[in-house]
């Protein structure tokens, strides 16, 4: 069976410090991958989304940036924190059905 | 653009009642609409998802129905249990082979023993 991975699961970070969050799939090949972002009072919104190593697409223009440096790993970074970026980032898989399942999520709070 | 909405916001119901989530679209031209069900600081779990030529999907207590013309969507819940308390989200995919979700806000159900 498939598996989603996050870490880590809560981090709280100073504005201006990188960041650096990781999502593997376990049980699949060749998934699309998705990073979203939950933020209070607000839908879940698409970041990024890969359908293959190396390819990504950008949904919102912002200073966070994605890398899927192997299959089944995906890679949400950040030179520099700002408030704005707190929130709850999700990753999530789906294959040739459309159906996408998602991760455990990370608590992101920038101080 | 696509927008999704969700009415109520939040509902609360007595154990052991019927209750049904809405869930409304402005572009009837999806490729397939998904139910999620979100607990508190957790993930999101699928629920169900229809397909755009389907109308309807069951799985347990749970039936989803689908009516693309006029861009709705409803999640029947039947003889709700306190275990059921959580946010329902719906997404909608538009075009076919996009992956790309659009979401609503979510209906927080609290279903009181």
């Known amino acids: 069976s498939q598996t989603i991975h996050q870490w880590p699961a809560t981090l709280v970070q100073p504005v201006g410090s990188p960041l650096s969050l990781e999502c593997t799939v376990e049980g699949t090949s060749n998934p699309n991958l998705y990073w979203y972002r939950q933020a209070a009072g607000r839908g879940l919104q698409l970041l990024f989304y890969?359908?293959?190593?190396?390819?990504i697409s950008s949904e919102v223009p912002q200073n966070l940036s994605a890398s899927r440096p192997q299959d089944r790993q995906f890679i949400l970074s950040s030179k520099k924190l700002l408030l704005s970026d707190s929130g709850f980032y999700l990753c999530?898989?789906?294959?040739?059905?459309?159906?996408?399942?998602f991760g455990p999520g990370t608590r992101l709070t920038v101080l | 653009k696509q927008e999704v909405t969700q009415i109520p916001a939040a509902l609360s119901v007595p154990e052991g009642e019927n209750l049904v989530l809405n869930c409304s679209f402005t572009?009837?031209?999806?490729?397939?609409l998904q139910w999620f069900r979100q607990d508190p600081g957790k993930g999101l779990t699928s629920l169900l998802l229809?397909?755009?030529?389907?109308r309807e999907q069951t799985s347990g207590r749970l039936n989803a129905s689908l009516d693309k013309s006029s861009g709705r969507s409803t999640l029947y819940i039947a003889a709700s249990q306190p275990g059921d308390s959580a946010t329902y989200l719906c997404?909608?995919?538009?075009?076919?082979?996009?992956?790309?979700?659009?979401f609503g806000k979510g209906t927080k159900l609290s279903v009181i023993p």
């Open positions: 229809i397909q755009s030529s389907q």
């Open positions: 572009d009837s031209a999806i490729y397939n």
């Open positions: 999530a898989w789906s294959s040739g059905g459309h159906e996408q399942f």
């Open positions: 997404a909608v995919e538009s075009g076919a082979g996009s992956y790309q979700l659009t």
């Open positions: 890969s359908v293959g190593i190396g390819q």
